[in-house]
């Protein structure tokens, strides 16, 4: 291998570690090796803490049969997490049109880095009339072990409970 190519060969490796740290999302793979961005909480625990907070109808169901995340007095809201940031403006433009409300997206950012995603949506929503905000880890109150209010939502949830092995006296 000549100068160069080892050259390039070495920045290449140095700058792998860099790009995975650039990526604002948590990434796992399952079982089979299916990969996908984890999020700690639920959408639905950021959305319900958010719609109490003003005074909304949590999943309202349209004539279509899909359903707005919160309908308040003025807005037809979609949450999603920032990975989702493109379907949230197709989504709430929906809702908009099936209420007859003012569409709105409610971003969810786990980090700072993810401002961006909000940043691409709010520039969408200023030119076509969409009304845009965020929420964080904030709204959720987590405790001192960072679980939240929600006793349905994943950080509550022990993952490795398996039903079937709960009478494991039961031979067979």
């Known amino acids: 291998m000549n100068l160069k190519k ?25 079982a089979n090796g299916y990969s996908y961005v984890y999020h700690k909480h639920n959408e639905a625990s950021y959305q319900e803490a958010w719609c109490k907070a003003h005074n909304g109808v949590m999943e309202y169901e349209n004539k279509d049969k899909t359903r707005v995340d919160c309908l308040t007095e003025k807005h037809a809201v979609e949450f999603d997490f920032a ?31 993810q401002m961006k995603y909000y940043n691409r949506v709010k520039k969408v929503g200023d030119k076509y009339g969409i009304t845009v905000e965020y929420v964080t880890n904030d709204i959720l109150k987590l405790d001192e072990n960072e679980r939240c209010f ?15 092995q709960q009478n494991s006296d039961i031979v067979v």
């Open 83 to 113: 990975n989702k940031w493109a379907e949230s403006i197709g989504q709430a433009l929906h809702y908009g049109i099936m209420t007859g409300k003012k569409p709105m997206v409610v971003l969810i950012l786990e980090n700072e880095q």
């Open 150 to 164: 929600n006793p349905d939502c994943k950080c509550n949830k022990d993952l490795h409970y398996n039903p079937m």
């Open 6 to 30: 080892k050259t390039v060969f070495i920045i290449s490796l140095l700058l792998i570690p860099l790009a995975v740290l650039a990526y604002p999302f948590e990434v796992r793979t399952t």
